[in-house]
């Protein structure tokens, strides 16, 4: 077995990284609104080599299971920051795709297959459930929509080609943050990493939808507030990774109960999302915002109809549950009563039939089953002089002794057969069956205290029969051949009118 590595950092690490990357992004944040582009490049730059560092470290000191994770994680982030330089460099204009897809736009697209590849791992090497793949497509297309006539309106010049690539980043986006969020759906306990890498996905996704609408109208520029959405998603994953190097008390997260309901409302979420990109973009063009306004109708249409057929075959789901937990536990009372002698609690005649024949088919030829039978000598005195309710009483009693001597012999079960008749059924010579006809001469020869008071001794006559003394064994001949050796000895000792003593086997 492999060891698992202990935690590269003791746990105030953890706090220590969130307070310094919620730090220093809020700081990007105020010199962007400053316009103070030096500060802004190093501080950016230090939280993103800050995030690769730890993401590296992490691929190598975080247990087996994890490390696939970060190593394409790495991958993944590695690619994005690539590509922020290759824009940086490049990029003749600072607004959206200004002509045919380019090294900045193959980069950043090459980050989101990384990104879902890393997820994998943490699937368990389960396929998302059919429902949770129509909400990340429905939420997807939501997102798509609008922002494809955004683009359309605002360079109807281009070709189809760059309108498609403005709109893949985010359409990408949505992808990944709704895969990562029916992973918070379908799993009921996943690593504690997996709530920075949503945080971080969350961000690019309102980054690049503001990068979209902000270029369509010619306002954004590298120095927008918005940039520093991008700077803190790289600090988020880096901090993914820090929450896998440092130590914790519990390294998994128990999803609450109410995030299930927040994931099926993603879609909805991005149909509104959808509808205020819309509003913000839309300039009064009766032909657009008609076409749109219908699209955006039937995907709230489609949307509403998959809603009502999943609370259907949730209700569905549940009251099926329900069914077969009440037919299961009918089945076991029914298996209850049908095997249990009421008045003792003990197996009954039913019960002792079907141990002799589970033990009996396992090998017919070279079984090793015997059957000691009591009765309990003199029972009807007992009704006829204190009364049924005290027979009862010695029979409740005899159960429970023959249980407690069952609870620490292995292979013996004790039943009520009828009346004042008991069988114990057992596994082994027939030696071991006369040490258990000792032990249950002195059981039931102990006094029982009746519920008025009064004290009764009993005594029993008993009986075994085994498979090692009889050719071709059946559980019948077994149950009348021990009866028979019970009876042989009352009818025996009656005739020497022998007082009650304790009795001896014979066959």
């Not at 699937?123 to 129509?134: E, F, H, K």
């Not at 070279?366 to 039978?373: S, T, Y």
């Amino acid at each position: 077995m492999t060891a698992r590595p202990s935690p590269f950092l003791s746990a105030p690490w953890w706090w220590a990284g969130m307070i310094v990357t919620a730090g220093l992004c809020g700081t990007v944040a105020a010199l962007l609104l400053t316009d103070r582009p030096g500060p802004v490049i190093l501080l950016s730059g230090v939280v993103r080599a800050a995030a690769l560092l730890l993401l590296a470290l992490a691929a190598v000191r975080v247990p087996a299971e994890l490390r696939p994770v970060f190593y394409r994680l790495l991958g993944a982030t590695l690619v994005y920051v690539l590509a922020e330089a290759a824009f940086v460099l490049t990029a003749s204009s600072l607004s959206i795709s200004t002509g045919d897809p380019g090294l900045p736009d193959l980069l950043y697209l090459t980050f989101y297959p990384l990104v879902l590849w890393a997820l994998q791992p943490l699937r368990g090497g389960r396929p998302l459930p059919l429902m949770s793949r129509l909400n990340i497509l429905a939420t997807t297309l939501t997102i798509v929509l609008p922002l494809y006539v955004v683009l359309v309106q605002a360079s109807p010049e281009q070709r189809q080609l760059a309108w498609w690539t403005g709109v893949l980043y985010p359409a990408l986006d949505a992808w990944v943050l709704s895969t990562l969020l029916a992973l918070l759906f379908t799993r009921r306990r996943l690593p504690l990493i997996v709530l920075p890498l949503v945080t971080g996905v969350l961000l690019i996704v309102v980054g690049d939808v503001a990068y979209v609408i902000l270029s369509a109208h010619g306002q954004y520029s590298p120095l927008h507030p918005v940039t520093a959405l991008w700077t803190a998603a790289m600090g988020a994953f880096g901090l993914s990774a820090l929450r896998a190097l440092t130590a914790t008390t519990d390294p998994e997260w128990n999803r609450p109960a109410w995030v299930p309901a927040l994931v099926q409302a993603g879609p909805y979420v991005a149909l509104g999302v959808a509808t205020l990109t819309w509003a913000l973009i839309s300039h009064g063009e009766a032909v657009e915002n008609v076409t749109f306004t219908g699209i955006m109708a039937l995907t709230a249409l489609l949307l509403a109809r998959q809603e009502l057929l999943g609370a259907r075959q949730r209700r569905l789901t549940t009251r099926l549950r329900s069914t077969a937990q009440a037919l299961q536990g009918s089945r076991r009372d029914l298996w209850r009563q049908l095997h249990t002698d009421d008045l003792t609690g003990l197996p009954n005649r039913r019960a002792c039939l079907d141990r002799l024949d589970g033990w009996l088919a396992q090998d017919p030829a070279r079984a090793d089953v015997g059957v000691l039978f009591l009765d309990l000598d003199g029972f009807k005195n007992v009704n006829d002089g204190y009364g049924h309710a005290a027979g009862d009483e010695v029979l409740r009693v005899t159960g429970q002794r023959l249980s407690g001597l069952a609870a620490q012999e292995p292979d013996l079960l004790p039943a009520r057969l009828s009346g004042d008749e008991f069988a114990l059924v057992f596994l082994g010579t027939p030696e071991r069956g006369e040490a258990l006809a000792g032990q249950v001469a002195a059981l039931i020869a102990r006094p029982i205290t009746l519920p008025d008071g009064q004290t009764l001794t009993t005594a029993g006559s008993l009986g075994q029969m085994h498979s090692a003394l009889t050719a071709g064994v059946t559980t019948s001949g077994l149950l009348s051949g021990a009866d028979h050796a019970m009876y042989r000895m009352k009818r025996d000792r009656k005739a020497q009118q022998v007082p009650q003593r304790t009795p001896t086997l014979f066959d």
